[in-house]
């Protein structure tokens, strides 16, 4: 056995060794047929390898049985888990779900609850799955245009939570700007939308029109600030929360290190990026691939642009430490490139000053 696979297996030991509704699950599925068993693992994506959760009609097709023969199956599997909820494994799995839904103001988003009680396991994510569906006092809401799958208590009140998350909206739409978190908890508690901070960061995150970008600002997900659509408002955004100028390089690494990718396993190309900056007047050109935005006073244009805007902005002759003092704060490019300039292009007085030809 080599290195690798001892390290494997060292692992494997250690997750089953960790492993907590699994054991658990295995008690329940023991009572049931084979074919059972199978069938539940494949519905809740209780797999070694990392299996995710099949529909009912791929199941019924592995099987040459109809969706309805695959529920009622799965309705016999669940009457043998009903005779297990008096016992103390199973009410000790029943009250680690609940004591995380508890915890998170009787809501939170059927992901967030997998990995919370789950990890990285497979196996016991898909534990945790078939727990969740199970256990009493818990509702499963599948996804809406308003919020994600979610995990409730069975007496949320899920009319409130709505209610809520509408006065969040029209409290973010008056403002119509990103906000700090901080900042955003201290207005929402003096405006009464609800009466702690925690309900309203448990209330948000299952919320599909309200998010906080990779910067930690709130806002509607309608808004570019908060879920860029394409590249160009990725770059703004990067540029925007960076404050400086950045390299073109530099923009695309900071892409895929704030998670803004829209295939998480391709990275972001460069040359993509630069592309884009290029073709949008919110971008400058500062010199040798570091771009800007115009917003902070850069002015489009060449070098010699720079200095006539510089001159015209003075109105009067100026000396060339003095150009160039000013044209460094707005481009990076060498004193070569200045002299250059102006030599070639403006003026030279005889006191050695410098003016529009």
Excluded: C
Aim: a neutral charge; aromatic letters at 8%; zero cysteines.
């Amino acid at each position: 056995m080599n290195n690798q696979e001892k390290i494997n297996d060292n692992d494997m030991v250690k997750n089953e060794q960790e492993r907590f509704f699994v054991p658990i699950l295995e008690r329940i599925l023991a009572d049931v047929p084979e074919r059972s068993r199978v069938i539940t693992r494949s519905r809740f994506g209780i797999d070694s390898v990392g299996q995710k959760p099949q529909t009912l009609e791929a199941i019924g097709q592995q099987y040459d049985i109809t969706r309805e023969r695959v529920r009622q199956i799965l309705r016999d599997v669940f009457f043998v888990t009903d005779k297990h909820k008096k016992n103390a494994s199973f009410d000790s799995a029943q009250n680690k779900v609940l004591s995380l839904v508890d915890a998170h103001s009787g809501i939170i988003k059927e992901d967030r609850i997998l990995a919370e009680l789950g990890g990285s396991d497979p196996q016991e994510i898909g534990a945790v799955r078939f727990f969740v569906h199970t256990i009493n006092d818990v509702d499963l809401i599948n996804a809406t245009p308003e919020m994600d799958t979610s995990v409730v208590r069975s007496n949320f009140d899920v009319g409130q939570w709505k209610d809520t998350k509408e006065r969040v909206k029209a409290f973010l739409a008056a403002r119509n700007e990103v906000i700090e978190e901080d900042q955003f908890l201290s207005e929402a508690l003096s405006a009464q939308l609800v009466d702690s901070s925690d309900v309203l960061l448990h209330y948000l995150d299952p919320a599909r029109e309200i998010m906080r970008n990779p910067f930690g600002k709130w806002g509607l997900v309608s808004w570019p600030l908060i879920r860029p659509r394409n590249i160009r408002d990725k770059v703004y955004l990067i540029l925007l929360e960076t404050g400086t100028p950045l390299h073109f390089l530099d923009i695309a690494h900071a892409i895929d290190q704030h998670d803004l990718r829209k295939k998480k396993k391709r990275p972001t190309h460069p040359q993509t990026v630069h592309n884009e900056l290029i073709k949008d007047a919110r971008f400058v050109l500062v010199g040798r691939g570091t771009y800007a935005l115009a917003q902070w006073g850069y002015q489009h244009g060449t070098v010699r642009d720079v200095i006539i805007k510089i001159l015209e902005t003075q109105g009067s002759p100026m000396s060339a430490d003095a150009i160039l003092t000013e044209v460094l704060k707005v481009r990076d490019v060498k004193r070569s490139t200045v002299m250059i300039n102006l030599k070639t292009n403006f003026v030279r007085t005889s006191d050695g000053l410098y003016t529009i030809a």
